[in-house]
């Protein structure tokens, strides 16, 4: 499995790393600071041979994506596990996710996840994974009192190995 995600501004990733490390002191579950695994926002997660598959329509996305400006608003849960935070859907965020499906959809030999196609994603950071009930609800109790909406602006895109995460290559937008 490999991944297409954004990454953002130093004040945007020095937040959402005090959001990951607030939780993962909080409830315990360290999964996110002992995998490593950086602020980011997958747009789109592909099954695929080898990562030299991908890296044509990678390096084919450079000078066609730009930078941006997206603000994230609220918090949330995807059941039974992830507690993320998430921005508005903006035209911005949709271009972009049409845009790498677009590119990625052309490789015969992949299979991108319907949860990451146009129309059904839900853009989000995860701040806290693998958690059970108990701390799911210690990091909805403890984000009640520090999350407040931020305006961040996505300055890269990374393509990415996941299990353990490891970037593979990026593009300075």
């Given at each position: 499995?490999?991944?297409?995600?954004?990454y953002?501004?130093?004040?945007?990733n020095s937040i959402l790393q005090r959001y990951i490390d607030k939780i993962?002191?909080?409830?315990?579950?360290?999964?996110?600071?002992?995998?490593?695994?950086?602020?980011?926002?997958?747009?789109?997660a592909i099954e695929a041979r080898s990562v030299e598959v991908l890296m044509p329509s990678f390096e084919a996305l450079k000078g066609r994506l730009t930078r941006g400006q997206i603000q994230f608003v609220s918090t949330g849960q995807?059941?039974?596990?992830?507690?993320?935070?998430?921005p508005v859907l903006n035209d911005y965020l949709t271009e972009l996710s049409k845009t790498v499906y677009d590119e990625y959809?052309?490789?015969?030999?992949?299979?991108?996840?319907r949860y990451y196609r146009p129309g059904s994603w839900l853009p989000h950071v995860t701040?806290?994974?693998t958690l059970n009930k108990e701390q799911m609800l210690k990091s909805l109790e403890i984000m009640q009192d520090e999350f407040s909406p931020f305006v961040s602006e996505v300055t890269r895109i990374g393509l990415s190995r996941v299990n353990p995460h490891k970037d593979v290559s990026s593009i300075i937008l």
């Open positions: 499995m490999y991944l297409i995600s954004l953002f501004d130093e004040k945007t993962s002191k909080v409830t315990g579950n360290t999964f996110m600071t002992d995998h490593e695994v950086p602020p980011h926002m997958t747009l789109s995807l059941h039974p596990y992830v507690f993320y935070i998430t959809s052309k490789i015969p030999e992949t299979a991108i996840s701040i806290g994974k």
